[in-house]
């Protein structure tokens, strides 16, 4: 491969995983601006910046003049297209390998630029029409719209929900899904998509303003706010 075919396509990578993002953000009503890129992504804001202007030429995205990042409709199509086979492909890895929903996110990431449309067609086939990843996400193209599935659906953020409200687990938030730490805490407790939970109360000491107590299936739990932020639910 030249030294030009291979710049090309880790930018390309680089693209989706910007659109992925985006559209992520953007389905839980978060503000995408470059800050929280840049913060996402762990790199510096002129980066993220070149990114940004190469989307806005590419005409996948727009910017306003606060600087607040949308999708273009081909912006939406191409980042639909890359989520769909990465969900796929978590649920593949799931499904039919036998791997642990907390151990397929990566692996999706490496495979979900190298999966062709025949592959796409052949593991839907054989996983049954599945219409979320194994963290609850829907998978675009089997649901009847998968930006607007959380509205949909009715879920809120754990951290919002009514103290003592029954709620059932929907998904966890694409847009932590790579932060292992997060991913592996979750596993360790026993908490996936259809676990039933209930906020308890708010801090539970004056001085831990970073965690909430939640009942996990009649288990009292101590979450760090962050963590309940990411959980989206549902009522039961």
Not at 108 to 118: D, F, K, M, N, T
Not at 216 to 224: E, V
Request: include cysteine; aromatic fraction near 4%.
């Amino acid at each position: 491969m030249s030294e030009t075919v291979a710049h090309d396509a880790k930018a390309s990578e680089v693209v989706e995983q910007y659109l992925e993002t985006i559209y992520n953000m953007g389905m839980e009503g978060d503000v995408v601006i470059g800050a929280r890129l840049a913060e996402k992504f762990k790199v510096a804001p002129p980066t993220v910046t070149e990114t940004l202007k190469r989307m806005v030429r590419d005409g996948y995205i727009e910017m306003d003049s606060r600087r607040q990042v949308t999708l273009t409709p081909k912006g939406v199509e191409h980042a639909e297209g890359v989520l769909r086979r990465h969900r796929l492909t978590e649920r593949f890895l799931v499904d039919m390998l036998g791997m642990q929903w907390h151990q397929v996110h990566e692996e999706a990431c490496r495979l979900e630029h190298y999966i062709s449309g025949a592959v796409e067609a052949r593991v839907v086939a054989s996983l049954g029409l599945p219409t979320t990843c194994p963290h609850g996400n829907p998978i675009p193209g089997s649901v009847p719209d998968a930006r607007n599935y959380l509205k949909d659906q009715g879920a809120i953020r754990l951290l919002l929900a009514e103290p003592g409200q029954p709620m059932r687990l929907l998904l966890v938030s694409e847009v932590v899904e790579d932060e292992e730490a997060i991913i592996h805490y979750l596993h360790d407790r026993g908490i996936v998509p259809g676990t039933e939970l209930s906020l308890v109360s708010g801090p539970p000491e004056p001085d831990e303003s970073d965690a909430v107590l939640a009942l996990a299936d009649g288990s009292q739990l101590t979450i760090p706010a962050r963590v309940a932020y990411a959980l989206w639910v549902v009522p039961v």
